[in-house]
Each structure stands twice: as C-alpha cells, then as structure tokens.
C-alpha cells in the first residue's frame, strides 16, 4: 500500500480539533468497520491510528496494521476490505450518525476522547 501521501503521519492531528476520516475499511458481514485518521508506512507494512466500530457493542479509538486487517475475516467469511464508495471528511460527516451522542458539540470530537454511543 503507497498511502504515505493520503494520510496525515500518526500523532499529527490537533487534538483540539475534530478528527478528518481518509478512510474506511470494512468487513461486509459483520458491519465492523475501522474509520483511519492517520497512518505511516512501517516497513512492508502500514501501521493505522482510528476508530473501530462494530455496531451496537464496541467503538474505541486505536492503532491497527493493515497486516491484521488483512487477516480478518466475519462470520460468512468475508474479507476486510477497503471501502472504495467511502467519502473522506471530517469525524461527524464520515460516521454514521447515530453513533454520535447528540449533545457532544463537534469541537469535542477529538481522538482518545469518549463521545460515542455504541447501543444502535
């Protein structure tokens, strides 16, 4: 993967600011996704900061490497793959809007912070 241009480099967001989503990956039958903030090469790697989701359970910010991904697989055998149909912007436009809790204000969707409610 030559991502090295379409990401920000890990740790390089504002923290006072809301996160920009560059991508999504996805596993298309467990409706899991991983939403990248930012990424950098690591050898033959890609090493990946973002939020995972798997609806109505478990959302949490964190580091993944497309190696792991690559790995996965759901429940029908799907693979994780890269949502192509996915429309970069920033945290509040790229996530489905019923994980976002209404009275957070986007000025506090920074990284690392809880602001997501995970019960669809």
């Known amino acids: 993967m030559n991502s090295g241009s379409v990401f920000r480099p890990l740790d390089s967001q504002p923290e006072d600011q809301e996160p920009f989503v560059y991508a999504r990956f996805v596993i298309s039958d ?17 090493v ?25 697989q759901g429940r029908g055998g799907a ?16 996530i489905p809007l019923n994980w976002v809790e209404p009275e957070v204000k986007s000025s506090e969707l920074v990284r690392g912070r809880s602001f997501l409610d995970c019960s669809l």
């Open 79 to 94: 693979l994780v793959t890269l949502d192509e149909s996915f429309q970069p912007g920033s945290l509040t436009e790229a």
């Open 48 to 72: 990946f900061y973002g939020l995972f989701t798997r609806p109505g359970t478990e959302c949490a910010w964190g580091a993944f490497r497309l190696s792991e991904l690559e790995s996965l």
């Open 30 to 46: 467990t409706g899991q996704a991983w939403y990248v903030t930012e990424g950098n090469p690591d050898g033959k790697d890609f």
